[in-house]
């Protein structure tokens, strides 16, 4: 089992830049692929990045690709979002994601408001 906590959202102006932050309860050193999630009102939860064990593969859905960065620090048992130049469209509430032995786990999420 593990516990995940997300930090880091808030409101910003377009174009600005944001940090998401995803603390895990326990060590991910041995957690494989984490993700985030993102939904916004009135549509269905979508995957925004993930990342291997190692940090050396990454996947971004195609509406974030060059603008976020997915990151991961298995010492410090977290993982990170570095969200620039966003746009009012990213506006949502952002979600960590682990799988363990087959079974989802998510935090409880973080808003993300991004006006123009």
């Known amino acids: 089992q593990v516990q995940l906590v997300e930090s880091g959202g808030g409101e910003v102006q377009a174009g600005g830049s944001l940090r998401l932050s995803c603390a895990a309860s326990r060590s991910i050193f041995s957690i494989g692929r984490m993700g985030w999630y993102r939904q916004a009102p009135g549509k269905q939860r979508e995957l925004v990045a993930d990342?291997?064990?190692?940090?050396?593969?990454?996947k971004y859905a195609d509406s974030v690709k060059d603008r976020f960065t997915i990151s991961r620090d298995n010492a410090k048992n977290t993982m990170y979002l570095q969200m620039n130049s966003l746009k009012p469209e990213d506006t949502a509430v952002y979600y960590c994601n682990a799988i363990i032995n087959y079974r989802n786990y998510w935090g409880q999420g973080t808003q993300v408001t991004v006006s123009s």
């Open positions: 990342i291997s064990t190692a940090g050396r593969t990454t």
